[in-house]
């Protein structure tokens, strides 16, 4: 009788979605190229539902696009709507605010956000 070979499991969800994150990011925070000010509309593929324009002179929505488009955004996207001076200025906070996930592939990839985010401790 043949035995059958037991499938492989499948990857833990957080490592599945770690990597979904870290795929999506920049080589550097310099090629964080978005708007600083003004008002921006977020694509339908980033935000399906719910607020889609966000004024960035008004701190609470600036953080919400940028909590928004790291979830939910692609590598373009994340460059041409994030700005890399606020998401450094933004860290502090903007860090409680995201899923583990995304806080975790990007503090690796970028220390300079870690170290922000424990000065600012």
């Keep these: 009788m043949a035995q059958l070979s037991s499938p492989v499991p499948p990857a833990p969800v957080g490592e599945v979605l770690r990597e979904r994150y870290a795929s999506r990011l920049p080589a550097s925070l310099g ?28 701190p609470r929505q600036r953080m919400s696009l940028y ?35 995304v806080r975790q592939v990007w503090e690796e990839r970028f220390p300079r956000l870690t170290s922000r985010a424990t000065s600012a401790a």
């Design 31 to 58: 090629e964080l190229a978005g708007p600083a000010r003004g008002v921006v509309e977020l694509p339908l593929h980033v935000a399906w539902s719910g607020l889609r324009t966000y004024d960035l002179d008004r």
């Design 67 to 101: 909590r928004t488009v790291l979830a939910e955004g692609q590598h373009d996207d994340l460059i041409a709507l994030l700005d890399g001076d606020l998401l450094i200025e933004q860290w502090p906070v903007l860090r409680t605010l995201v899923s583990r996930h």
